[in-house]
C-alpha cells in the first residue's frame, strides 16, 4: 500500500487524458523525489487557472480573466470580413504559427458528437450567424478537424451559413498528402482528400 497522499495524487493525474496508471505513478513519485519548489508551483498555477482564464465574449478564444475581448479580435490590423472556423482554442495558435492568416477566428466548442452527447445546439453555431451578419463576413473558412464528427459539423456548418446567406463565399483547408510521405502508406482517408483536392499543374 502507498502512502494515502501519493496515492491521491497518482489518482488525480490518470484523470488526465492520455496518462495511464503506469505515466501518472511516475509523475507522482517524480514530484515527491524533486524540489518542492516545483510541486507548489504546479499547484499555485492550477489553482488560479479558471479565475484567470475566460472565454472571449465573440470569438470563444481563450482570454486572460482582464481582458474584455480577444486580441485576434481586437487588432485592427485584422480582417474582420474573413473568419476562420474552428473546433477548440488551442486550434487558434497551429494556424497562428504559420504566419499566413490574417482574418478573425471563431471557436465552435468541440463537433457533433451524438455519442457524446454534443449536439448543434450545444456549439457556438448561432453566434457564428450572428457575427457573419454583423461584421459584413465575406468569407468563412471552415476548419474542422478531418474526423466523422469533424465532416459533420461542417457539413451543417455549410448548410445553416447558405441558408442565412446564400452568397457569403464557404471555404474549407486543403486536405491532402503531407510533404515527404510514400503513397504506400498513406491511408485511404488522406488518398481520397489528395485526390478531390488534386490541383492543375
Known sequence: MLPKALEDVIEALGRLPGVGPRTAERYAYYLFRANEKISENIAETLSSLHSKVKSCPVTFALIDADDDISPFYADEG??????????????????????????????????????????????????????????????????????????????????????????LKLTRLARGLPLGVDLSYADQITLSAALENRTKL
Open 78 to 167: 485584422r480582417d474582420k470580413t474573413t473568419v476562420l472556423v474552428v473546433e477548440e482554442p488551442l486550434d487558434i495558435y497551429a494556424i497562428e504559427a504559420t504566419k499566413a492568416f490574417k482574418g478573425t477566428y471563431h471557436v465552435l466548442g468541440g463537433a457533433i458528437s451524438p455519442i457524446d452527447g454534443i449536439t448543434p445546439e450545444q456549439l457556438h453555431i448561432g453566434e457564428l450567424i450572428k457575427r457573419v451578419n454583423t461584421d459584413n463576413v465575406k468569407e468563412v473558412i471552415i476548419a474542422t478537424n478531418p474526423s466523422v464528427e469533424g465532416e459533420s459539423t461542417a457539413l451543417l456548418l455549410e448548410k445553416m451559413l447558405h441558408e442565412q446567406n446564400p452568397n
